[in-house]
């Protein structure tokens, strides 16, 4: 069984849980209309399942390669972009005014969740692009804005972003990456930059780098960082592909998965570039890119959770291997309970992580039409939960779907093992899982909780409304946001510095409760009787007591972290 988009799951979100129908209600969103976004969604899940799914396993057996600075891609990987592109699944989101859609970010969601499910190493090139646009649209020159959105929106060229440098991970505010004043208002950009995604390709007809630089005599650290737009050929007078720029990809990395994407080296000698928002004010024009591509990675981890989940249960259904006393059963191994256990887990964790990035993506698109505080505010208080929380279930669940296969699962001609190394890359960039938490108890906590107060508000609420239909499942979800509500006074108590040490268990336990909350609410929609109600039982049974013992790690702050020394670590 080949990947199947799930579509009606999306509609049933839509329609019963995470509040889409409020964005659809909006004046900037009223063309999102249930017909408008039934179609969508149907043709984006027949493209994906018939024209992405193929190409899957022939990124992994045949990875992009450099040959004589040119990047090559992987078979069929050019008609799959070129379906992409021409389907405008690039730019559901983008300005009208440039020729994108204009739909609400929640549409492109779904829309990338399917497209990450069909090839995950194809759909990161489009994601970068989408973060560029944004950035360009909200930062860029009047003259930067009608001379590259249109290209980037209708994927004839491709974006990228430039951050990490080899002294320089996560500590942005190291680079050495230098931009010189040409004066004609362009700026000599040279360094080297590493990891970064679809650097160059052999499908469109420009790749367009927003890359993080320091101006002469610019302070050091991330307040002296400036943000240009360096594009692989320089426009001509008619706006078309000119003069190759003086940059290149260098080397590819060799890595774990993701082989079919090209994670590029590269290098800047005096390229041309344009500087995007003020002087020093890179960090806040690539945050609005970097916050896109946030809630699009943690999407990734849920596009590999689904399609592992697919395959894993595909396998079970055909495999015999033993015999379990059940009822009315396959006679596969589907029927073992601990095979049965696992797919639960699969199905439940993929499920609520959904769940939350579409919630996501609601309170991002109510932000912008409104321009409500608090509607920015849960977007920013669920953006860090999306990334860590999709990216770790998307491990999860791949690696499950491995034991699923058992002895098959780690044999690569099967598929399962590709999910779990394709997966992995993406709890470390955009933001590690741990620095995501760290903004979670940090930054979205500097208001003392209280955006997650009002979250957990409606999380009692709707738990309350429940009891009618699902008592027994309520009152655990109840519970939970109380038990979590008191763990957040704690942690606000604390100086945020104290917090690091447990924004981890905190993270996930915060994903727990409003999993719980987001299927419960789906169940009680079904009526409390069916598979979605069957489902949230088992999360919130099963899973949900993890926050108990999660909440309990939260409240110990940074107590016996630093107890032991270097050496007693090493014996």
């Known amino acids: 069984m080949g990947y199947r988009a799930p579509v009606a799951d999306f509609r049933f979100l839509f329609d019963n849980v995470v509040g889409f129908d ?21 043709e984006a899940g027949r493209m994906c399942e018939e024209v992405l799914a193929p190409l899957q396993r022939e990124g992994d057996l045949h990875p992009a390669t450099l040959e004589n600075g040119v990047v090559r891609t992987s078979p069929g990987f050019d008609r799959g972009y070129r379906a992409i ?52 649209e909200h930062h860029a020159s009047d003259e930067i804005r009608a001379l590259y959105l249109p290209k980037l929106v209708s994927g004839e060229w491709c974006g990228t972003m430039n951050l990490t440098e080899p002294q320089a991970g996560s500590d942005v505010g190291a680079l050495r990456s230098k931009a010189e004043p040409n004066g004609d208002g362009s700026y000599a950009i040279t360094g080297q930059k590493i990891y970064i995604s679809w650097g160059d ?28 737009l360096v594009p692989k050929f320089l426009p001509d007078e008619t706006g078309e592909p000119g003069q190759r720029n003086d940059l290149k990809a260098v080397s590819l990395e060799h890595k774990t998965g993701l082989h079919g994407s090209p994670t590029c080296v590269m290098q800047y000698d005096g390229a041309t570039g344009w500087l995007i928002g003020p002087e020093q004010g890179g960090m806040a024009a690539m945050f609005t890119m970097m916050n896109n591509a946030r809630l699009g990675v943690g999407v990734q981890g849920i596009s590999v959770a689904e399609a592992a989940t697919q395959k894993a249960l595909a396998y079970a259904l055909e495999r015999r291997q033993g015999r379990a006393p059940v009822e009315n059963g396959t006679g596969t191994i589907f029927d073992h309970a601990d095979v049965r256990r696992m797919l639960m887990v699969m199905k439940a964790e993929t499920a609520a992580a959904r769940a939350i990035a579409l919630a996501n993506a609601v309170a991002i698109d109510m932000g912008n039409a ?53 997966v992995r890359v993406t709890a470390i960039y955009e933001g590690t899982n741990g620095i995501q938490a760290m903004d979670l108890v940090g930054r979205k906590m500097a208001d003392g909780g209280e955006a997650a107060h009002r979250l957990l508000d409606e999380v009692e609420a709707a738990a309350e409304a429940a009891r009618g239909t699902l008592p027994e499942l309520a009152q655990a979800v109840w519970d939970a946001a109380e038990t979590l509500r008191e763990t957040t006074e704690a942690l606000a108590a604390l100086p945020p510095a104290d917090r690091f040490g447990v ?65 007693a670590l090493a014996v």
């Open 22 to 42: 409020a964005v659809a209600a909006t004046d900037r969103f009223a063309e999102a209309t249930p017909d408008t976004v039934d179609a969508i969604l149907t």
């Open 85 to 136: 592109a021409e389907g405008g699944w690039v730019s559901i989101s983008a300005d009208p005014d440039h020729g994108g859609m204009g739909l609400p970010l929640t549409l492109t969601t779904a829309v990338n969740e399917m497209l990450g499910s069909a090839c995950l190493a194809l759909q990161l090139n489009p994601l970068m692009t989408q973060g560029q646009i944004e950035a360009l």
């Open 201 to 228: 390709n052999d499908f469109a007809a420009n790749v367009c780098h927003l890359v993080l630089a320091r101006l002469p005599d610019a302070p050091p650290g991330t307040k002296g960082i400036s943000l240009f």
């Open 370 to 422: 409104t321009g409500e505080a608090d509607w920015k505010a849960r977007a920013a208080l669920l953006t860090p939960i999306t990334k860590a929380y999709g990216t770790d279930t998307g491990i999860l669940v791949a690696e499950t779907g491995v034991q699923v296969h058992g002895g098959m699962g780690y044999i690569e001609e099967t598929g399962a093992a590709q999910y779990a190394r394709d």
């Open 503 to 567: 924004a981890v268990p905190f993270l996930r336990a915060f994903a727990r409760v409003l999993g719980a909350h987001y299927l419960l609410k789906g169940a009680v929609a079904e009526g409390g009787t069916g598979d979605r109600t069957a489902l949230a039982a088992f999360h919130i049974r099963r899973l949900l007591p993890d926050h108990l013992s999660l909440c309990a790690q939260a409240r110990q702050g940074n107590d016996g972290l630093y107890d032991m020394t270097p050496e």
